[in-house]
């Protein structure tokens, strides 16, 4: 829905302080609408072994720092978008350091950023890895700093990273659905032809011939 906005004009924005550069307004709402679904995922992945405020907590955390990112985009002075976007980097920094915290949680303490092999830890790796190039991109776009004016490679270089981020964490999290769905049906199969054998060895065990 929101990507078909970022192919009209209704959501165009202009950036006061980038020689009148339009931004598709459309793209960060976009993200803060799915963002955080995806830190949210991971806590609901994470089960029981998660404190529940974090269901709070974490998108919470995407949240405030896309707002702070398009907060950024529109200052018209460079003090305050150094401000916006350290703030930002911060943020992260400290929502980085709540997942390190849920993959030691959801290990037992086995498990951390540099050692593990759950399939939990590398979704949120997975998740870490493809949102740290965004605040990259941003200081090289118009939208941050005006490093790259090149309008066509900052709009592919911003769908490029969505998509990546987008499709690559649904993949995964789609692939670790399907490999539990197979092991609970290959369980399910197991305890039923244990308990056919149990069945059937129980009543030969017990028959007795006539006298």
């Given at each position: 829905f929101f990507n078909f906005f970022q192919l009209t004009q209704v959501d165009d924005a202009i950036l006061p302080a980038n020689d009148g550069f339009t931004m598709d307004l459309a793209r960060p709402i976009e993200w803060i609408m799915t963002c955080p679904l995806m830190q949210?995922?991971?806590?609901?992945?994470?089960?029981?072994?998660?404190p529940e405020y974090r269901r709070y907590m974490m998108p919470g955390f995407s949240v405030t720092i896309l707002l702070l990112g398009t907060a950024s985009t529109f200052m018209p002075m460079d003090a305050l978008k150094i401000t916006c976007y350290i703030a930002g980097v911060l943020i992260f920094g400290v929502m980085v350091y709540f997942n390190r915290q849920q993959i030691l949680e959801y290990s037992g303490g086995e498990e951390g950023l540099l050692t593990g092999d759950s399939e939990f830890r590398k979704a949120t790796l997975l998740l870490i890895s493809t949102w740290c190039p965004f605040p990259t991109w941003y200081v090289l776009s118009p939208e941050g700093f005006g490093i790259i004016d090149n309008v066509?490679?900052?709009?592919?270089?911003?769908?490029?990273l969505n998509i990546v981020a987008k499709f690559v964490f649904i993949f995964y999290i789609q692939r670790i659905k399907d490999l539990y769905c197979n092991r609970l049906k290959t369980k399910r199969e197991l305890t039923t032809t244990n308990r056919a054998l149990n069945i059937f060895g129980g009543g030969a065990g017990t028959h007795s011939p006539g006298v």
């Open positions: 949210l995922s991971l806590v609901l992945m994470g089960g029981a072994k998660i066509l490679l900052i709009q592919v270089g911003w769908a490029f």
